[in-house]
């Protein structure tokens, strides 16, 4: 069967694809399907996308879905649909959380909800097979147009069973690979899609699993052997959950491999002892969750009961270690006051003087399906109807919140502009303050 994932572009080219295809396509491949890889920039329009999708002929579609790649998706696959007669599968974060609605768009055919490479390769056994998916032939983690909500699959176990990543999908330069050892996430951050997964699966086994270090390094050596790896990012949502696991693999990978490596990591599972043998290894950079200033906030509203002093405190001890330092922030939070952000705002300038702070992100809270905010959101009201179809714009807020009208959330998200440029200015020089948007690729977007 011939596949091709779509990689849908928003507003930008991201520097990496999304991984889901990469791991499914691998694992297609391994069993005899040919998988294609189109990138739908953002400078393509509908009908050269169109015309490339059709110059493949694929028999298969797939895409992988945030929330914010869905808005584009659903008229670019309608659009594809009039022209390529090949049927379409959604998956990934999207589509596993709002599976009705993706499949009531039309052009799409299939939902996966949930990990998919059994589900898919299975789909694509029967449909090369020339078989029907439906009501009376249904396919674990897989939703069919009209059909019933499939049964889930227990998580694949183990990891390392799977064939490594297919990098041609993930539009890899320079010998920057992306790395992901682990599946799922212990913390229960109210505002984090990631974390669903694991609610998701509830009932049908562990969801969070990781790699073996044997597994993840024989990855990257291989990778070295052919010349391709000079900067590793980890993607795993919090690389520092398991010690034992990142010391041992800390000290195999500093023997054999020694290149230079990004993880994202929450201030709770990182200690003054980790982080220089992290350095030691070879991390230069870590990006950690700090979301807001207001300990209030984290506490009642992200269920994350960290204090601020523990920022500091972690801060420090990247610094000393010799890692850089970025970090993410959220404005507009539902029971958020001016005094919460003026709090994040003083947390965030209190680490760029005194923390070592390199860089940071600052985003707009938006509720994604699935995730408990979401759910908070829509039952108080404060979610509008057509939250769906409204593009999330980095400065204003979709939501209509009784603590904070817009102009509050555009005048912080302002002042973190305006910090971000005397930042780049302190250290760089007036010359490198003109782009400084809050988005940095590889910057957490959690943790
Ligand atoms: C790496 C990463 C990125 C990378 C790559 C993106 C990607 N989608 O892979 C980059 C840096 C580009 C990125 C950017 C952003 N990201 Co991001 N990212 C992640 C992260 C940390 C890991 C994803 C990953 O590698 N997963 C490992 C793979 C194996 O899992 P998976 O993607 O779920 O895929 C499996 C299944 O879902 C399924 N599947 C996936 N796709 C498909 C397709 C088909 C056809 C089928 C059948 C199955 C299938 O099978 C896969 C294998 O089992 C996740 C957190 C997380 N743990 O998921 C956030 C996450 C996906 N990102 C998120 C967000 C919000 C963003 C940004 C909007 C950030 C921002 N504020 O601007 C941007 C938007 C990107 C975009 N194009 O829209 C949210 C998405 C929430 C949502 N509902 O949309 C997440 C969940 C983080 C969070 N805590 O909430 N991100
Ligand atoms: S925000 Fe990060 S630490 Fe929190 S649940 Fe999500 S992935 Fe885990």
């Known amino acids: 069967m011939r596949v091709l994932f779509v990689e849908v572009d928003t507003e930008r080219s991201w520097a990496v694809a999304s991984i889901g295809p990469g791991f499914l396509a691998s694992y297609l491949r391994a069993r005899g399907h040919e998988v294609h890889f189109l990138r739908a920039t953002v400078d393509l329009d509908d009908a050269a996308i169109v015309a490339r999708v059709a110059a493949i002929a694929p028999e298969l579609i797939g895409v992988s879905l945030t929330t914010r ?31 009705e609605e993706v499949l009531a768009a039309p052009g799409f055919d299939y939902v996966c909800m949930g990990e998919g490479e059994v589900a898919m390769a299975e789909l694509c056994d029967r449909l090369a097979a020339g078989k029907r998916v439906g009501l009376l032939t249904p396919i674990g983690n897989i939703w069919a147009k009209g059909g019933q909500k499939p049964v ?122 980790l982080l220089p043998t992290l350095a030691g290894a070879g991390c230069t950079m870590v990006t950690y969750g700090v979301e807001s200033g207001s300990e209030r906030i984290r506490r009642e509203v992200m269920k994350r009961p960290v204090t601020n002093q523990r920022f500091r405190d972690v801060f420090r001890w990247t610094k000393a270690s010799g890692i850089a330092i ?21 947390l965030a300038e209190e680490l760029i003087d005194t923390g070592g702070l390199l860089d940071f992100g600052y985003f707009v809270f938006y509720p994604y399906p699935g ?32 603590t ?39 910057l957490a977007l959690h943790g």
């Open 69 to 99: 790649q869905w808005l584009r998706a659903k008229d670019l696959i309608a659009t594809i649909r009039q022209t390529v007669d090949a049927p379409v599968i959604a998956g990934g974060l999207h589509p596993t959380f709002s599976p």
């Open 152 to 273: 889930l699959r227990p998580p694949f176990e183990p990891l390392d069973d799977l064939p490594f990543l297919a990098r041609d999908l993930l539009d890899e330069h320079h010998g920057v690979v992306h790395m992901a050892t682990q599946r799922g996430c212990p913390f229960p951050c109210t505002y984090c899609a990631a974390r669903m997964y694991n609610q998701l699966y509830e009932g049908t086994g562990e969801y969070g699993r990781r790699r073996s270090h044997e597994n993840v390094l024989a990855e990257l050596t291989g990778l070295k052997d052919e010349g391709r790896l000079n900067y590793v990012i980890f993607l795993d949502d919090t690389f520092t959950i398991n010690h034992g696991w990142v010391k041992e693999f800390c000290k195999v990978y500093g023997e054999r491999l020694h290149t230079p490596f990004s993880l994202h990591a929450r201030v709770e599972t990182v200690s003054d002892r």
């Open 326 to 346: 970025t970090c993410n922030f959220m404005l507009g939070l539902p029971g958020e006051t001016r005094e919460d952000l003026q709090m994040t705002l003083d």
């Open 371 to 402: 995730t408990q905010l979401f759910q908070e959101c829509r039952d108080r009201g404060y979610l509008p109807d057509d939250f769906l179809t409204r593009p999330a714009n980095h400065r204003e807020s979709i939501l209509n919140l009784p």
């Open 404 to 442: 904070l009208t817009q102009d509050d959330i555009g005048e912080f998200y302002d002042a973190f502009t305006a910090l971000r440029r005397r930042a780049y200015a302190d250290r760089l020089g007036a010359a490198a303050t003109a782009d400084t948007t809050s988005h940095v690729d590889s």
